[in-house]
């Protein structure tokens, strides 16, 4: 029964970040500032959440809905390049959580999190995972200003981030809002 909850848990998480990638790309994919560097990139914030809720569960349904998106969205640089993408996408809000716990010495799971904490572990995971990316598109050639792109692919992750928290914030609102008036 574990096995089966672990493996809902990927493909749930692997079908929010696959359609959240969909969903920027509608939105967002004519206003490219590079390579798959957007100015808005709220897939981070969904990644940000999978990986604080689902752990390396959120993680991996996260590579493997990156792989997907990528092998479609980029079919000709490969199926290496497709799975090696996705990876960084997954490992890289899991390593910002890990160095979160480590470092900034936070609990392990996230009980009690101020707004100031969320704010530098976001700010954490959206430099980590611009970092990461931009290494990568730059080792493939994909990327010609690897500082230029590095700062707006952080910029973008982090202001998606906020936005996703934003967001995750009035929903979980609204719910205990629509559930104390029931009890009422």
Not at 5 to 32: D, F, H, P, Q
Not at 148 to 170: C, E, H, I, P, R
Request: aromatic share 14%; net charge negative; with cysteine.
């Amino acid at each position: 029964m574990k096995d089966i909850k672990k493996l809902l848990i990927i493909g749930v998480a692997a079908s929010l970040y696959y359609l959240s990638l969909w969903m920027n790309e509608l939105l967002w994919g004519e206003t490219e500032f590079s390579f798959d560097v957007h100015w808005v990139f709220f897939p981070s914030g969904i990644r940000f959440i999978l990986v604080l809720l689902a752990l390396e569960f959120g993680a991996m349904g996260i590579a493997v809905g990156g792989m997907l998106w990528n092998f479609q969205d980029h079919p000709d640089l490969g199926l290496e390049f497709a799975f090696i993408t996705g990876c960084v996408a997954g490992l890289s809000p899991w390593l910002a959580r890990m160095l979160s716990v480590k470092f900034l010495h936070l609990d392990h799971e996230f009980k009690v999190v101020s707004p100031q904490t969320l704010l530098k572990i976001s700010l954490l995971f959206a430099t980590l995972s611009a970092l990461l990316h931009q290494i990568w598109f730059y080792a493939q050639g994909l990327t010609e200003n690897f500082a230029f792109s590095l700062g707006v692919m952080a910029l973008s992750n982090w202001v998606g981030t906020l936005l996703v928290l934003m967001v995750f914030k009035l929903l979980i609102q609204g719910a205990a809002k629509s559930k104390s008036g029931l009890d009422s």
